[in-house]
């Protein structure tokens, strides 16, 4: 592995800034890592052409004495983002060969600041799913194995590329999207920082949608500043998302070392569910240590509705998905399957198009909104997600910040719960109440299993307070010390 690759984002900007190297030089050795690791299929598209063009234009902006403030570091970009002239799946067959001709506008304002563009990652199909086992273009593998256990393992998902990318040192930092969990349960899985924005924070448009009112944007890197570094040129208002909010984009990195003292933490008591493995409860313990050593006031909270967010949950996205999913019909996008009548090649082109878990989605989601059963079921998930929302609410009158594990177990072999579609979904049990309510929540590498597998531990903040989310991150960062390699980097065997 190259000096180069592990560094930070932060310690790579700096080393840029200083002139110690240039940004062909880290970019060269960004691509020769994803060329190493390229069997555990991070990538659905690898940009090396474009990557070296934009790391000769970053050294030439720094050379005339004019660089940006992201200028030359290498990033990885999760392929649910519309990349302007860069083939964009969603990990979809039903999207074969679509090229946008336009950027979203997240990817577009890392662009604008200077980033290297590497490649698209690998997913689960249009999001949908908890393990990267999803994707047309294959399972993504965990850089990760457990000790004395040689069986490849999931990175989580749904951006489990990105994930697999910045844990296995192939980019300095990556962006995902994180509808139910999708940025926080694979950060844990891989051992790295997943931050999902509060809803608004950060623009949707040019995000291939998957449910509206859930998406979001986010950064996952290997340090809570560095991921602060991106939240920041993420952020802010877009006219061209009516969900984005009008905000000003605070310098988050400038607060992260602030600490915690005088900061009240709560703990949930409805998130010790049953069958919560002890390693698990003692890491929750002891981040719940570190925070009050730290300063911060610890009390117990209660969110009485939480055992209804996961079934709310998949009531609502796989009903916003079947409705947004409906564009692909084979006439606007990507694969077109040839029937009899237009009817045919509608049936055929989704029948292909779509996997197992997409097509089972937009099923469910057709069920819940026909007419028969929209009281029942999606009328019934609105109301418990305003009770969620209001159970957070409650708690924020006491409390500036939540603690909880973020996803029951460490990070399974590939091939597990794979038939069984309602256990892939309890990975999302601690992660979804903070989408469900639109809530900040960050995901912090805290440990090792038994196993030698990453664990993490999960900040829920108030709406639109990063900062507070981002400054005990940090607190339980620097009490974690966490700074174990994967398997596959020469780490714990
Ligand atoms: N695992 C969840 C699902 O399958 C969350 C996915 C996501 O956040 N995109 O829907």
């Not at 002891?286 to 055992?307: D, F, K, Y």
């Not at 305003?386 to 909880?404: G, N, S």
Request: net charge negative.
């Amino acid at each position: 592995m190259s000096e180069l690759t592990r560094l930070t984002l932060a310690e790579a900007r700096d080393g840029l800034g200083r002139g110690d190297f240039s940004a062909r030089e880290i970019t060269e050795a960004h691509l020769s890592a994803i060329e190493q690791a390229r069997s555990l299929n991070m990538f659905i598209t690898e940009t090396p052409e474009r990557a070296l063009a934009d790391a000769g234009a970053a050294d030439e902006r720094r050379a005339r004495g004019e660089p940006l403030t992201l200028d030359g570091l290498p990033i990885a970009v999760k392929d649910l983002f519309c990349t302007d002239g860069i083939l964009s799946t969603a990990a979809s067959h039903i999207l074969d060969g679509f090229v946008p001709p336009y950027e979203s506008t997240v990817s577009a304002k890392l662009r604008d600041a200077g980033t290297v563009l590497l490649g698209k990652t690998n997913l689960d199909e249009f999001a949908m799913g908890s393990a990267n086992v999803t994707s047309y273009y294959g399972e993504v593998e965990n850089p990760w194995r457990a000790r004395g256990d040689n069986r490849r393992r999931v990175p989580g998902g749904s951006s489990g590329g990105s994930a697999a990318a910045v844990a296995g040192r192939c980019a300095l930092a990556a962006i995902g999207t994180d509808t139910g969990g999708s940025i926080r349960q694979p950060a844990a899985f891989c051992g790295i920082v997943g931050l999902k924005p509060t809803y608004g924070r950060c623009s949707r448009w040019g995000i291939i949608a998957f449910a509206s009112s859930l998406d979001q944007a986010g950064p996952m890197t290997r340090t809570v500043r560095d991921a602060a570094i991106m939240l920041r040129h993420m952020a802010g208002h877009d006219p061209k998302d009516s969900t984005s909010a009008p905000r000003e984009v605070p310098d988050f990195e400038a607060v992260i070392e602030s600490g915690v003292r005088g900061m009240r933490i709560g703990i949930p008591k409805e998130y010790r569910v049953d069958g919560m493995s002890s390693e698990l409860e003692a890491l929750w313990q002891q981040g719940v240590n570190w925070l009050r050593a730290a300063g911060a006031e610890i009390v117990e909270v209660s969110l009485p509705h939480t055992r209804y967010a996961l079934p709310t949950y998949y009531i609502i996205a796989p009903a916003e998905a079947s409705s947004n999913l409906a564009r692909y019909d084979g006439v606007r996008y990507g694969l077109r399957v040839e029937g009899n009548s237009v009817q045919e090649m509608y049936e055929n082109t989704r029948g292909e198009g779509f996997g197992a878990e997409v097509r089972r989605r937009v099923l469910i989601g057709t069920y819940v909104l026909s007419a028969g059963y929209y009281d029942a079921y999606y009328l019934k998930a609105q109301k418990v997600r305003a009770r969620i929302a209001q159970d957070f609410a409650r708690a924020y009158e006491k409390v500036d910040a939540i603690l909880t594990p973020t996803a029951p177990t460490a990070a399974f072999p590939i091939g597990e719960k794979m038939d069984d579609p309602i256990a892939m979904y309890l990975n999302d049990v601690f992660t979804v109440p903070a989408s469900l309510a639109g809530l900040p929540a960050i995901s912090v590498p805290a440990g090792l299993s038994g196993e030698g597998l990453p664990l993490g531990l999960q900040l829920i903040g108030r709406a639109f307070d990063e900062e507070g989310v981002l400054r005990a991150a940090r607190v339980l960062e620097e009490a974690a010390e966490f700074t174990a390699l994967p398997t596959m980097l020469g780490g714990s065997v």
